[in-house]
């Protein structure tokens, strides 16, 4: 089986594939291990499974190993995600919530426009409820009194005036969020940027250079394969189930609509727009 991949990309999905218990780059800045893969060192982990549920990093240690978590994340798409500010230590895991916290709180002091700080508060509270669920932590008001109130009142936290500036920001942010899909797509399609990850789904390109159809979380597939997978799609989907793509993925689900194979979930419409180059 292989453990030696020429690319983070590839080492990434072969890491969400759960196939094999180690795998390194060739130069070893990006490896896993027993189910945690790491930037540059045992000392960054940037996720871990449990079960099948994954923990994640919401830490950061330079410009190359955010570019290894950007990485990660887009190949673990499609699994459940319990954030964190240590995948090591609870104890520091619950620190890092509360500085998160506290940071964005003295930010709120002097905010001009306080709905931005009162979401980015309510997600983080959002977050660390969801990682005590998991791991079967507690927040003790003694030791953190802040968090402690914020879980236990959430949005009742802040006054009605506030959370409503939030709610009328989060619909700008939803517009602003569509304008932001659409220019990233038109990026991939024109060749401009090889990954992008805007959505629950995967999307595709032909590049006519190297005869290849191209997923925009950066796996390529030949033609002949994309040419054979396709018309399997529209003969009878539930034949491509099980089947691999590229030796490397697993279709788990297909139907008239959708084929989802690891953290590749593509609808036929996206599929259809490639069809004329595969003649």
């Known amino acids: 089986m292989k453990t030696t991949y020429s690319n983070n990309s590839d080492l990434a999905h072969a890491f969400a594939q759960r196939n094999t218990t ?3 780059t060739g130069n070893g800045n990006l490896f896993y291990e027993n189910g945690t893969i790491y930037s540059y060192g045992y000392h960054f982990p940037i996720a871990k499974f449990i079960d099948n549920t994954v923990l994640f990093t919401l830490s950061s240690y330079s410009n190359s190993t ?3 978590i950007s990485i990660v994340s887009s190949a673990l798409s499609h699994y459940d995600f319990v954030y964190t500010y240590n995948l ?3 104890d520091d895991a619950i620190k890092g919530f509360d500085v998160a916290v506290l940071q964005q709180l003295d930010k709120l002091k002097r905010a001009r426009k306080p709905a931005l700080y009162i979401k980015n508060i309510l997600s983080e509270v959002d977050k660390l409820k969801k990682y005590c669920e998991v791991m079967n932590v507690k927040v003790y008001k003694k030791d953190y009194p802040t968090l402690y109130n914020l879980l236990k009142k959430g949005e009742q936290y802040f006054d009605e005036e506030l959370l409503t500036k939030v709610k009328q920001q989060g619909e700008v942010e939803k517009r602003k969020h569509q304008l932001h899909i659409e220019r990233k797509l038109k990026e991939f399609r024109n060749f401009e940027t090889n990954h992008i990850h805007i959505s629950k789904f995967t999307h595709l390109r032909y590049n006519k250079k190297t005869d290849n159809v191209e997923t925009s979380k950066g796996i390529k597939i030949p033609k002949n394969e994309a040419k054979v997978l396709l018309t399997m799609w529209e003969r009878n989907p539930i034949d491509l189930i099980g089947k691999k793509v590229i030796d490397i993925y697993k279709v788990q689900s297909c139907n008239d609509r ?3 194979a690891g953290c590749h979930t593509i609808r036929k419409e996206d ?3 490639v069809k004329e180059y595969l003649k």
Request: glycine share 6%; charged share 20%; aromatic share 0%.
């Open 271 to 273: 599929a259809l727009l």
């Open 258 to 260: 959708l084929l989802i």
């Open 88 to 90: 090591l230590n609870k």
């Open 22 to 24: 180690h795998g390194r």
């Open 66 to 68: 955010a570019k290894h």
